[in-house]
C-alpha cells in the first residue's frame, strides 16, 4: 500500500472520530464560554500609562498608510539555540510602529502550515486592513518557521531529528524580541498564533506557558500535533514512546497548568467546508476552554482549508484588538 493511500485512509478514519468528539463537546455545551472584549488595564497599556493604547494614541502627522515587512536574514537573522535549523521570519511593523518615538505595542509570533513555508503576506494584509480602521495600531508580528523545510513536521517539540524547534519558539525568538523591538512586555500583550500546523503549536505553546503567552489564535489548526498522521509522528519525533507523545499534547500541558490562565484569550476559526479542521478547532476550543481560557470559535463561510486563512485572521485578530488594548469594546 502506498503512502500516500495510507495518509488518506488515516485521515479519513481520524475525521470520523474527530466529527463525533466535536459534536459531543458542542452539545455538552463545553465550547463558547460568554466572551468579554473589555481591554484590562494592568495588560494592554501604552507605555507609562493604566490605559489602553486606544485611548491614548494620536496618530501624528505622516504616519504612514500601511506596515511594512522586513525579511530576517544574514545580521538581523534571529538565532536558534538548540539545534533547530528555520528558514527566515519575517517582521511585520504597522503604522503606528514607523514613527518617531512609537508606541510599545502588542507582540503576535504566527506560524503558517505544512506544506508551506513562512509566507507573511497574509499576515501583512489582515493587519493593514485593522491598523487602518483603528489609527494605524496593531501588533507588531514576527512571522517564523516552525518546520525547516517545506513538508517537515517538527511536531512543536524539541527532538533528536528536527533539533529545539520548541526552543526556539519559546525561548530564542522571545529573547530576540525583547533585545530588538519595541514591545510591551506583559504576557497578556503577547500572542502566539498560526494556520493549520502552525495553528496546533500556537495551541501547544500557548497552554504551557502562560506566563509567556496571554493569547492564542489558532485558524485550522490542528488540536494537537500529528493528528492526520499520528503513527508517522510517534516514530520520527517521539522514537515510539506514545507516553512522550501523549505528555506533549496540548490537553495534557493544559492539565499541567490548571488554574493560571486567568486573563487569557483563545480564539479559533475554520471554513464551514473543512469538515476535518473544523472538527479540530472545536476540540482545541474544548481544551482552552476547559483549562480556563475565555474561548470563542469563528465559523467562516463558503471557505475550505487554504480558503479560511484571510477571514480567519480578520475575525480572530478582530475580536483580540479590544482585549490587547488597540480597540474599544466591541470595536474590533
Same mark, same amino acid.
Given at each position: ?5 495510507? !495518509? ?31 481591554? /484590562? ?29 522586513? !525579511? ?10 538548540? /539545534? ?8 511585520? !511593523? ?19 502550515? &505544512? ?29 517564523? *518557521? ?31 524580541? !525583547? ?8 504576557? =497578556? ?14 495551541? *501547544?505553546?500557548?497552554?504551557? *506557558? ?11 489548526? =490542528? ?8 503513527? &508517522? ?5 517521539? =522514537? ?48 482552552? =476552554? ?21 477571514? /480567519? ?20
Amino acid at each position: 500500500m502506498s503512502s500516500s493511500t495510507t !495518509r488518506v485512509r488515516s485521515r479519513a478514519g481520524v475525521l470520523a472520530v474527530l466529527l463525533v468528539a466535536g459534536a459531543l463537546a458542542v452539545l455538552l455545551g463545553a465550547i463558547g464560554r460568554p466572551w468579554s472584549t473589555a481591554p /484590562g488595564a494592568p495588560r494592554a497599556t501604552a507605555a507609562g500609562s493604566a490605559m489602553p493604547l486606544f485611548e491614548t494614541w494620536t496618530p501624528p502627522a505622516g504616519q504612514p498608510s500601511q506596515g511594512t515587512v522586513t !525579511r530576517l536574514s544574514g545580521d538581523e537573522r534571529i538565532p536558534s539555540s538548540a /539545534g533547530f535549523v528555520p528558514r527566515d521570519a519575517s517582521l511585520y !511593523r504597522p503604522p503606528a510602529a514607523l514613527v518617531p518615538d512609537p508606541p510599545a505595542l502588542p507582540l503576535v509570533v504566527f506560524m503558517m502550515g &505544512e506544506p508551506g513555508d513562512p509566507d507573511p503576506s497574509f499576515v501583512a494584509d489582515a493587519m493593514d486592513h485593522l491598523a487602518a480602521a483603528h489609527h494605524g495600531l496593531a501588533p507588531i508580528v514576527i512571522v517564523a *518557521d516552525q518546520l525547516g523545510s517545506e513538508d517537515g513536521n517538527p511536531a512543536c517539540v524539541d527532538s533528536a531529528a528536527y533539533g529545539g524547534v520548541e526552543t526556539y519558539f519559546t525561548k530564542d525568538i522571545p529573547a530576540w524580541a !525583547r533585545s530588538h523591538l519595541r514591545v510591551q512586555p506583559s504576557a =497578556e500583550a503577547w500572542t502566539i498564533a498560526g494556520f493549520s500546523n502552525g495553528g496546533g503549536c500556537a495551541l *501547544d505553546w500557548g497552554v504551557a *506557558d502562560p506566563g509567556l503567552w496571554g493569547g492564542i489564535v489558532s485558524i485550522a489548526g =490542528e488540536s494537537y500535533q500529528g493528528t492526520e498522521f499520528p503513527d &508517522e509522528v510517534l516514530q520520527q519525533v517521539f =522514537e515510539g514512546e506514545q507516553s512522550a507523545y501523549d505528555a506533549a499534547k496540548p490537553a495534557a500541558r493544559a492539565a499541567q497548568n490548571a488554574g493560571r490562565f486567568d486573563g487569557h484569550v483563545a480564539l479559533f476559526a475554520a471554513g464551514d467546508e473543512d469538515a476535518f479542521f473544523t472538527a479540530q478547532v472545536q476540540l482545541s476550543a474544548q481544551i482552552t =476552554e476547559q483549562a480556563g481560557f475565555a474561548t470563542q470559535v469563528f465559523t467562516i463561510p463558503g471557505e475550505d482549508h487554504v480558503g479560511s486563512l484571510p477571514e /480567519g485572521l480578520l475575525a480572530t485578530f478582530g475580536a483580540l484588538f479590544p482585549h490587547l488594548g488597540l480597540a474599544p469594546p466591541g470595536g474590533g
